[in-house]
Antibody, heavy 121, light 110 residues
Framework: QVQLVESGGGVVQPGRSLRLSCAAS????????MHWVRQTPGKGLEWVAI????????YFADSVTGRFTISRDNSKNTLYLQMNSLRAEDTALYYC??????????????WGQGTLVTVSS | SSELTQDPAVSVALGQTVRITCQGD??????ASWYQQKPGQAPVVVIY???NRPSGIPDRFSGSSSGNTASLTITGAQAEDEADYYC?????????????FGGGTKLTVL
């Protein structure tokens, strides 16, 4: 079955950087688009970014454009989120999510358990 | 960018039918996906596309859409259906794609 394991979260000071990773297994990683979605503790979901199955398309939420980048290594079945210039409002649980569609960008499907990022001085 | 609007809370008697709605302009062009989230757990997709249920999701969950409103219907709600439900849809601005989540609906099964 689909397994997504996020890592790389932690406590970081405002203005610093952090890189999240997501190790994927149980499906053909190279055939699916992948999302990052975040959730502030006790609050709702916010879509962050998406990368197409081959990495040729990348889209970001307005709130992170210019600060976050998304990438993938299909040879390692791993998704990344590079977060720069972090702000307090980036504090959240970050989920790695597999798209529902094969080789198409449709919608988030299977979710990992998340990794917590706390931005605080 | 546009928004998706959900009622904050809905309740249903055990065994009855409940409809959770999601409104937004993007829904005129794109299907909604629906996610169930229980406390302390990651969200789980229950409906995506026109009305697709992933394997393992009971057939009491169904989706529909009309105009700018998408609906998740639970026919014969069970105690284990008590959870937060979020809708999601794709939208675009020029060549830029993005995805939206609704604010979530807390479903209470009485």
């Amino acid at each position: 079955q689909v397994q997504l394991v996020e890592s790389g979260g932690g406590v970081v000071q405002p203005g610093r950087s952090l890189r999240l990773s997501c190790a994927a297994s149980g499906f053909s990683f190279s055939r699916y688009g992948m999302h990052w979605v975040r959730q502030t503790p006790g609050k709702g979901l916010e879509w962050v970014a998406i990368i197409s199955y081959d990495g040729s398309e990348k889209y970001f939420a307005d709130s992170v454009t210019g600060r976050f980048t998304i990438s993938r290594d299909n040879s390692k079945n791993t998704l990344y989120l590079q977060m720069n210039s972090l702000r307090a409002e980036d504090t959240a649980l970050y989920y790695c999510v597999k798209d529902v569609a094969l080789r198409f960008l449709e919608s988030p499907g299977s979710w990992g358990q998340g990794t917590l990022v706390t931005v605080s001085s | 960018s546009s928004e998706l609007t959900q009622d904050p809370a809905v309740s249903v008697a055990l065994g009855q039918t409940v409809r959770i709605t999601c409104q937004g302009d993007s829904l005129r062009s794109h299907y909604a996906s629906w996610y169930q989230q229980k406390p302390g757990q990651a969200p789980v997709v229950v409906i995506y596309g026109k009305n697709n249920r992933p394997s393992g999701i009971p057939d009491r969950f169904s989706g529909s859409s009309s105009g700018n409103t998408a609906s998740l219907t639970i026919t014969g709600a069970q105690a284990e259906d008590e959870a937060d439900y979020y809708c999601n849809s794709r939208d675009s601005s020029g060549n830029h794609l993005y995805w939206l989540f609704g604010g979530g609906t807390k479903l209470t099964v009485l």
